[in-house]
């Protein structure tokens, strides 16, 4: 008679799952021996619990499947925490088994108790504690079920105890239903006459685009509308894309912003770009999501149609008419040819420095047409955002909704994992690989091939820059590190380390010829400035103010070096 414990893997075996990210430890015992005893599921043992909540998230983002990790009790499971945020707010499919102590132990302040139900709860669709082996099938079924149906984080807490009991069930399999969903009539009217009764439309286009693509351009041809890109949107939307004017938000481009403001009609497809400051402040809004309860959510909307993009502008096509006026339009793709120069203008060698544009330029010319890029939060997203060239077959996945540091790495872990012979590319910040550094271990245990870029600033370097326009004195934020190529070559992974622009051309083209995990350590330029597509009256104020008190502060050698690394943008 099989336990719960094995019941668990065999149901997972059957629903397509193969692996598991995570620690052992004695609560799991029984979980991990199933997993040993049955050969169908691989363990893939990581040295953070949080990498392995990461690694879930990406293979569950590059798959579009159910995927799973799990943490032993206390300190284990609630090490997950981190990462199960980012799978529930990047709205991926991932299963945590969180261990607990024993049952008759619960409540007594036990070694290692913790509430596990209550920690778990903001971060999950899902959520419960079985406290009998006869519960776990059923329980089992419907987190599950929840993961799939809710594209989220479902919870199972299981003592160890309870793991070990033997149970009479017989597994099934658990799979995602397919389904179209279909704004009403009278709602697909309303937004075609809020369409059609306009000379300016533009579309603000994000990740619920995916899928979409030829319905996004037959619409932005039917309207003559510029589509700007939220930065979850870009893989899907940029590419073979006339219409294409860049992506808005704090990381975007001027002509993203001036398309969005010059429209008259904004049509939201699958967004949900959280900065309101960046929305139209006059425009009639129209926005299409297949959850209801987005609509209206980060500017008022005059029509919200719930419903999947593909199917929605498929509905929506026959309703509009054909716009003849293309000024709108000549004007936003002008503009984004101009803004384009000016960003590739950025990406170029220095005999003085090497800047972070140049090098993620060649790292983009240089990766697999099917790569799969993973930047840090920070500085890495910004040029992943500018640099990275998305063709349809690409893919860009980052904690781009809960923005935590340290992500790529352990996010290319569950990538490659996944896909083993397709490319996988981390963009590491120095400060977001060190929090996590022990995982280039797990690259090396489970022989995965990741490529993992450092931009080496020796700084936070993006907290640099939003001090900076907030007017403060860069504090707190450097960081002493070592040749991180060196670290790399002491733990089985080929290390590279460049200081000029003139060896990285080679540097990169060896670093991704290499056979098996390689790590390249750039020394980029420390005072790189992000420049956001507009400029607020406050944050030039707060950047004039942080020059003053640099000054006073006996730093002014910091702006002489800022001018020298920035001349480019700035004059």
């Known amino acids: 008679m099989p336990t719960a414990a094995r019941h668990i893997v065999d149901t997972l075996h059957a629903s397509g799952v193969q692996r598991v990210y995570g620690i052992p430890g004695d609560s799991l015992n029984g979980f991990t021996d199933a997993l040993r005893a049955s050969g169908t599921i691989d363990w893939v043992q990581v040295r953070h619990e949080e990498a392995a909540a990461f690694a879930a998230s990406a293979e569950s983002q590059l798959t579009g499947e159910l995927a799973v990790c799990a943490g032993s009790c206390g300190p284990g499971n609630l090490h997950l925490i981190n990462g199960l945020y980012d799978a529930q707010r990047s709205r991926t499919p991932v299963l945590a088994i969180a261990a607990h102590i024993p049952s008759e132990e619960i409540g007594s302040g036990y070694f290692q108790e913790t509430h596990p139900q209550e920690l778990f709860r903001e971060c999950s669709v899902y959520v419960e504690h079985v406290t009998h082996a006869e519960q776990m099938p059923r329980l089992l079924r419907i987190a599950m079920r929840e993961a799939l149906e809710k594209r989220g984080v479902a919870v199972l807490v299981i003592p160890g105890d309870v793991a070990l009991q033997d149970i009479k069930a017989e597994p099934q399999a658990i799979r995602a239903a397919s389904s179209r969903t279909i704004p009403a009539e009278g709602d697909l009217a309303a937004a075609a006459e809020a369409l059609n009764g306009c000379e300016r439309v533009t579309i603000l286009a994000g990740a619920g685009t995916s899928g979409a693509h030829e319905e996004l351009l037959q619409i932005a041809e039917r309207l003559q509308a510029p589509i700007v890109h939220a930065l ?270 003139e060896q990285l051309p080679a540097a990169v083209e060896e670093f991704f010829a290499h056979d098996g995990p390689a790590l390249l350590d750039v020394v980029t330029e420390r005072q790189e400035l992000s420049m956001p597509p507009a400029i607020t009256a406050e944050q030039a104020k707060g950047f004039t103010l942080y020059a003053i008190r640099t000054v006073l502060s006996g730093r002014g050698d910091e702006l002489v070096d800022l001018g020298r690394a920035n001349w480019r943008q700035l004059f």
Request: charged share 20%.
């Open 232 to 501: 979850r949107g870009k893989e899907h939307v940029e590419y073979d894309n006339p219409y294409d004017v860049g992506m808005t938000g704090l990381l975007g481009f001027s002509s993203g912003y001036h398309a969005m403001e010059a429209a008259e009609t904004l049509l939201v497809l699958g967004s949900d770009l959280p900065y309101q400051q960046f929305y139209p402040q006059d425009a009639t809004v129209v926005q299409v999501d297949v959850r209801g309860e987005q609509i209206g959510r980060r500017t008022p909307v005059d029509v919200g149609l719930v419903g999947g993009v593909k199917e929605t502008v498929q509905a929506l096509l026959p309703r509009l008419d054909t716009h003849r006026g293309s000024k709108h339009l000549d004007s936003a793709t002008k503009h984004y040819r101009r803004t384009r120069k000016d960003l590739d203008s950025l990406a170029t060698p220095s005999k003085r420095t090497i800047h972070p544009q140049y090098l993620a330029r060649l790292v983009d010319q240089a990766a697999a047409d099917d790569a799969v890029f993973l930047p840090d939060v920070g500085s890495p997203v910004v040029w992943a955002s500018r640099y990275l060239t998305m063709n349809g077959r690409r893919r860009l996945i980052g904690s781009f909704t809960h923005g935590s540091m340290a992500n790529a790495l352990s996010q290319g872990i569950g990538a490659s994992a996944a896909d083993p012979d397709r490319q996988v590319v981390a963009l590491a910040g120095d400060g977001g690989l060190t929090m996590l550094m022990g995982e280039l271990l797990t690259l090396t245990q489970a022989q995965l091939p990741v490529k993992t870029v450092v931009f080496n600033n020796s700084s936070l370097n993006f907290v640099e820059v939003e001090m900076k326009a907030a007017g403060f004195v860069n504090y707190g934020t450097g960081l002493t590190n070592p040749n991180f190529a060196d670290v790399a070559e002491a733990m089985g992974i080929r290390g590279i380390r460049v200081e000029s622009s």
